[in-house]
C-alpha cells in the first residue's frame, strides 16, 4: 500500500507499532496533532514510519534530533565511527564527554533520552555491498548523510534496486545540496552525476573545512523532507536540486530530470547489483600512489636532530596562511599553488625539507621542485602532525 | 551578450577567489571558454584532455541543465545565469 507521495505505509502485522497513540504521546506530539497538515493521521504515519539514516556525522546529528523529537517511530542509525574533538564543533549529537565512545552508542544514547517512545536501531557496522540491500530492506526511506563519493553511488544504487526514496545532503566549506533522489519515476543521483571525480581532484572537508552550522541547516532540510515524504503533505523536493550558499544566504533551485540514458534506473539500464564502489571510484588506485615512492623523506625526529646541531636546513611550509595561523614550526611560507610562481624566492643551493600538515601536498611540492632541478630536497614525513607527535606537543594538531 | 557564470565554492580556487565571473558569449561554450581563458588553472577541473566537460560536473543556464537543451551549443541572452554545480561528498564524519 502507498501514500500519495508513493512512500509505503504499515501494512498490518508486520511489525510496526499500533496505529493509536498514548496520552503521553498526545501531549508530547500536541504541537504536531493541532497543526491539520499532520494532525492524528501524520502522527500516527510518523509512528509507524521506518527511516534509516546513514551517518551519524554532521547532516546525521540534526537529522536524528529531528525525526526523534518528531516521533518517527523506528530510527536506524548506520555508523562505525569514534567521535573525536574535531566532532564537536558541528556534530550537535555528541558532547565533550563523548569524546572516545563509538558514534553509534553516544548517537543511540541521546536520542532514547529525547524520545523513549520511539525505537532506535544502532547499527554499528560499514555500510558495503554485502550489507546495503539486507540493511535498507527494513526502512521506508533512506537518507544519506555520508561524506565520501563510493558511500554515495553505493546509498543511490541500493535505493534504486529496492525502489525507496534517497533523501540527499552534502556539504562543502559553506555550501550545500539537498535532493530527493530515487523517487517513483524521479532522477538517481547517477542521473545527476553519472560519475564521481577521480581521487584528489576535489578537497574533502577534512582538506577543505566546513562551517560548523551548514550541515545543521542541510540535515535540517534533508529531515524536512523525509517528514513531509512520511506524512505526504506539500511539495518533495523531488527533480529539484536546492543549492544553499551560506555566505551569501541564498537558496537557488534547478531542476533535475531523469536520464533515460541512467544505467542504474534508466530505460536500458545495465546495473541490476550493487558493484565495487572503491574500484568505481578510484579509490584504489589513490591508496597506492606511484610518484611517492621516490620522494625524499625525513622523518620528525631526525629534522630536530639535525636542527638542533645547526646544519643549514630551509624549512619550506606549503601550506595556506591561515593554517601557519593555527600552529607552525617557523618555515618559510610558500603555498603549494603559490609554488609555480615563487619558485625563485628558493636556493637550490640550499638543503631544502618541504612539509604541510600531513605529508601529501608537501609531497607534491618535493615532485615539483625535484622536476625544477632541485636536487637536495626532502618531504616531512607525516607533516607538522608528526611534529607535534615525536618532537612538539605544544604544536596543536588541527 | 553578457552572461554571468556563476563558480561554485570547490572552484574558487582556480578563479581568484571570485564567486562569478561575467563574460561576453552567445554560447555557454563560448561562455565557459572565456572563463577558462580568463583562468587558466579552472579548465583541467571542468574539461577532460579530450575537451569535454567532465562527468562530475554539470551546467545550468538559469535553472535547466545543458545536457537536456544543446549542450555547449545552448544559446545564452544578456542577463542569463549560467551555473557551475560540481559534485561535492563531505557529510558524516571530518
Redesign the interface.
Known amino acids: 500500500m502507498a501514500t500519495k507521495t508513493g512512500v509505503p505505509v504499515a501494512a498490518p502485522g508486520d511489525g510496526r507499532p499500533d496505529a493509536k497513540l498514548s496520552k503521553e504521546e498526545v501531549l508530547r506530539y500536541s504541537r504536531h496533532l493541532i497543526m491539520p497538515e499532520v494532525g492524528m493521521e501524520g502522527q500516527l504515519k510518523l509512528k509507524q514510519a521506518r527511516v534509516l539514516c546513514?551517518?551519524?556525522?554532521?547532516?546525521?546529528a540534526p537529522l536524528g534530533l529531528y525525526l526523534a523529537a518528531a516521533g518517527v517511530g523506528q530510527i536506524g542509525l548506520v555508523?562505525f565511527?569514534v567521535v573525536d574533538f574535531?566532532?564537536l564543533q558541528r556534530q550537535v549529537l555528541f558532547g565533550t564527554s563523548d569524546v572516545g565512545r563509538p558514534k553509534i552508542t553516544a548517537a543511540a544514547d541521546r536520542l532514547r533520552n529525547l524520545n523513549p517512545e520511539i525505537r532506535i536501531d544502532a547499527i554499528e557496522e560499514r555500510l558495503s555491498s554485502e550489507n546495503a540491500l539486507e540493511l535498507f530492506r527494513d526502512y521506508d526511506i533512506i537518507v544519506?548523510?555520508?561524506?565520501?563519493?563510493p558511500t554515495?553511488y553505493l546509498v543511490n544504487d541500493a535505493c534504486v534496486l529496492l525502489g525507496k526514496p534517497n533523501v540527499y545532503?552534502?556539504?562543502?566549506?559553506?555550501?550545500g545540496?539537498i535532493t530527493v533522489f530515487g523517487y517513483p519515476d524521479g532522477p538517481c543521483y547517477r542521473c545527476?552525476?553519472?560519475?564521481?571525480?577521480p581521487p584528489g581532484?576535489?578537497?574533502?572537508?577534512?582538506e577543505?573545512g566546513?562551517l560548523g552550522v551548514l550541515?545543521g541547516i542541510v540535515g535540517t532540510i534533508q529531515a524536512a523532507e523525509t517528514l513531509k515524504l512520511i506524512i505526504g503533505k506539500g511539495q518533495p523536493l523531488v527533480g529539484r536540486?536546492l543549492?544553499f550558499?551560506a555566505l551569501?544566504m541564498k537558496f537557488?533551485?534547478?531542476?533535475?530530470?531523469k536520464?533515460p540514458d541512467c544505467p542504474v534506473c534508466g530505460e536500458n539500464r545495465t546495473l541490476t547489483k550493487l558493484i565495487d564502489y572503491a574500484e568505481f571510484c578510484g579509490i584504489r588506485g589513490e591508496e597506492a600512489p606511484s610518484t611517492v615512492t621516490n620522494i625524499p623523506e625525513i622523518t620528525a625526529r631526525e629534522l630536530k636532530a639535525r636542527l638542533d646541531r645547526g646544519d643549514d636546513i630551509y624549512v619550506l611550509d606549503v601550506r595556506e596562511p591561515h593554517e601557519y595561523q593555527i600552529c607552525n614550526i617557523h618555515g618559510h611560507l610558500i603555498p603549494l599553488?603559490e609554488l609555480p610562481q615563487r619558485v625563485h624566492e628558493l636556493d637550490s643551493s640550499r638543503e631544502i625539507v618541504a612539509h604541510c600538515k600531513s605529508g601529501k601536498r608537501s609531497a607534491q611540492a618535493v615532485e615539483f621542485l625535484q622536476k625544477a632541478g632541485f636536487r637536495k630536497i626532502s618531504n616531512l614525513k607525516g607533516g607538522i602532525l608528526a611534529w607535534s607527535d615525536e618532537v612538539d606537543p605544544s604544536v596543536p594538531k588541527y | 551578450m553578457a552572461v554571468k557564470v556563476i563558480i561554485?565554492?570547490?572552484l574558487r580556487?582556480y578563479t581568484g577567489k571570485r564567486?562569478s565571473v561575467d563574460v561576453q558569449a552567445a554560447t555557454v561554450g563560448e561562455a565557459l571558454s572565456a572563463v577558462t581563458t580568463q583562468f587558466s588553472d579552472l579548465k583541467k577541473?571542468l574539461f577532460s584532455d579530450d575537451g569535454r566537460l567532465?562527468?562530475?560536473v554539470?551546467v545550468?543556464v538559469n535553472?535547466?541543465?545543458i545536457?537536456?537543451l544543446q549542450k555547449d551549443q545552448t544559446s545564452v541572452k544578456a542577463g542569463d545565469t549560467i551555473?557551475i554545480?560540481?559534485?561535492?561528498?563531505?557529510?558524516?564524519?571530518?
Not at chain 1, 201 to 206: M, Y
Not at chain 2, 87 to 92: F, K, L, P, V, Y
Open positions: 546513514i551517518g551519524t556525522g554532521g547532516l546525521g555508523d565511527d574535531t566532532n544519506d548523510g555520508t561524506d565520501n563519493f554515495r545532503g552534502s556539504i562543502f566549506r559553506f555550501e545540496q545527476l552525476y553519472p560519475e564521481p571525480p581532484l576535489v578537497p574533502s572537508c577534512a577543505g566546513v550541515p536540486l543549492l550558499d551569501g537557488r533551485e534547478l531542476k533535475l530530470r536520464n599553488g | 561554485p565554492t570547490p580556487a564567486e577541473h567532465r562527468s562530475f554539470n545550468y535553472d535547466e541543465d545536457r537536456y551555473s554545480v560540481p559534485s561535492i561528498a563531505g557529510g558524516a564524519r571530518d
